[in-house]
T-cell receptor, first 111, second 114 residues
Framework: KQEVTQIPAALSVPEGENLVLNCSFT??????LQWFRQDPGKGLTSLLL?????REQTSGRLNASLDKSSGRSTLYIAASQPGDSATYLC??????????FGKGTSLLVTP | ETGVTQTPRHLVMGMTNKKSLKCEQH?????MYWYKQSAKKPLELMFV???????ENNSVPSRFSPECPNSSHLFLHLHTLQPEDSALYLC?????????????FGPGTRLTVT
């Protein structure tokens, strides 16, 4: 079974801090990796998709990196804002149709 | 409407009821998915339809029955559910081509089985 682990499970930071969320996966033969944001009681919003041939992707204040050999991805959020408070999910695709999700990191950015 | 929509957003049903969840995508995609999100557990893929054919069924109990009448609509028919089926049910869509393409999710239906 392909495991996806996200650390930490929860994180609280003051507004303005830069922060890093971590995702690790047991099988390095991934096809792509996707980061999502989920607000309480809501669906998932796709943030970034990294193909296995890429090392990083950027969108605004977000930067995601991928290191297949070590089985790790990080999501870097610059200059955090209270509106960034949400749960961040990492999902890895290997083959077939299933995305393998981690349990997420719950982020709280305090004013 | 844009993106992926789901109705109803909240549903409370008894164990003997029959109900249906509806999903519609307005993105021109041709693959649609049902996921289940339970508390403290990762999202679990339930069913996948690609080009209106069911291509994946992850050992889901028969009390859940999917239907995909066309590439824009997906239903999940529910009957004789158990309390442990209470969860957030999420629909997603993507271009066909297995999981290579980015998946876009709807807001979910919060289901409570009493």
């Amino acid at each position: 079974k392909q495991e996806v682990t996200q650390i930490p499970a929860a994180l609280s930071v003051p507004e303005g801090e830069n922060l890093v969320l971590n995702c690790s996966f047991t099988d390095s033969a991934i096809y792509n990796l996707q980061w999502f944001r989920q607000d309480p009681g809501k669906g998932l919003t796709s943030l970034l998709l990294i193909q296995s041939s890429q090392r990083e992707q950027t969108s605004g204040r977000l930067n995601a990196s991928l290191d297949k050999s070590s089985g790790r991805s990080t999501l870097y959020i610059a200059a955090s804002q209270p509106g960034d408070s949400a749960t961040y999910l990492c999902a890895v695709f290997y083959s077939g149709y299933a995305l393998n999700f981690g349990k997420g990191t719950s982020l709280l950015v305090t004013p | 409407e844009t993106g992926v929509t789901q109705t109803p957003r909240h549903l409370v049903m008894g164990m003997t009821n029959k109900k249906s969840l509806k999903c519609e995508q307005h993105l021109g995609h041709n693959a649609m998915y049902w996921y289940k999100q339970s508390a403290k557990k990762p999202l679990e893929l339930m069913f996948v339809y690609s080009l209106e054919e069911r291509v994946e069924n992850n050992s889901v109990p028969s009390r859940f029955s999917p239907e995909c009448p066309n590439s824009s609509h997906l239903f999940l028919h529910l009957h004789t559910l158990q309390p442990e089926d209470s969860a957030l049910y999420l629909c997603a869509s993507s271009q066909a081509g297995q999981g290579r393409y980015e998946q876009y999710f709807g807001p979910g239906t919060r289901l409570t089985v009493t």
